[in-house]
């Protein structure tokens, strides 16, 4: 079973460009999950998508957005990007309650 | 809003000692999961604890649950190089859909 797949691996960006982040779930999952880390901190909760809709988001700026497709794969957009953006962004799917959640190895983003 | 902090943030242990991290946190839930970072990789799941006494092994890591005393437990036994990594406690909150992650604890095992 493939488990979650995140690309690009890394990214290189310029302050104010757009980044796009894209996340493929467990095949099954039907919510994915997204989360900032910035190096050598905790991790943040961005987004969640379930079913195709966004069901709650954490306290970030509305350039921080996203979507959900209808295979369940999902997309992260930020835009205008900052220097603090830089960061470690990771995706995971759950398959229930039972289960922790299942991470992808993460897209690193830097802006210069 | 629920928060959790995790102690000690640093840890840095000799192989063979036994030590305990602790996270503790501010509101009911009826989750709670450990994972395991290595540097530069991303979270590997360790342990799921769903209820209020649970306890689960895996080698010589044992984590715990009191969801009256809000606390869990993450305990290490006689440690080996290969446990150092960063190790997050995260809560769920159920009806938000989201976990609340604490800062982490780095482990550093030295021979």
């Known amino acids: 079973e493939a488990g979650v797949t995140q690309s690009p691996t890394h990214l290189i960006k310029t302050r104010g460009q757009q980044a796009t982040l894209r996340c493929s779930p467990i095949s099954g999952h039907t919510s994915v999950y997204w989360y900032q880390q910035a190096l050598g901190l905790g991790l943040q909760f961005l987004l969640w998508?379930?079913?195709?809709?966004?069901?709650n988001r954490g306290n970030f700026p509305p350039r921080f957005s996203g979507r959900q497709f209808p295979n369940y794969s999902s997309e992260l957009n930020v835009n205008a990007l900052e220097l603090e953006d830089s960061a470690l962004y990771l995706c995971?799917?759950?398959?229930?309650?039972?289960?922790?959640?299942?991470f992808g190895s993460g897209t690193r983003l830097t802006v210069v | 809003e629920l928060k959790v902090e995790q102690n000690p943030l640093f840890l840095s242990m000799q192989e063979g000692k036994n030590y305990t991290i602790y996270c503790n946190y501010s509101?009911?839930?009826?989750?709670l999961y450990w994972y395991r970072q290595d540097p530069g990789k991303s979270l590997e799941s360790l342990f799921v604890l769903l209820s209020n006494g649970a306890v689960k092994q895996e080698g010589r890591l044992m984590a715990s649950l009191d969801t009256k005393a809000r606390l869990s437990t993450l305990h290490i036994t006689a440690a080996v190089h290969d446990l150092s990594a960063t190790y997050f406690c995260a809560v769920v909150e159920t009806n938000a859909g989201k976990s609340t992650f604490g800062d982490g604890t780095t482990l550093t095992v030295k021979p």
């Open positions: 998508y379930d079913e195709g809709e966004e069901r």
């Open positions: 509101t009911t839930s009826d989750r």
């Open positions: 995971a799917s759950i398959l229930g309650g039972t289960y922790g959640y299942t």
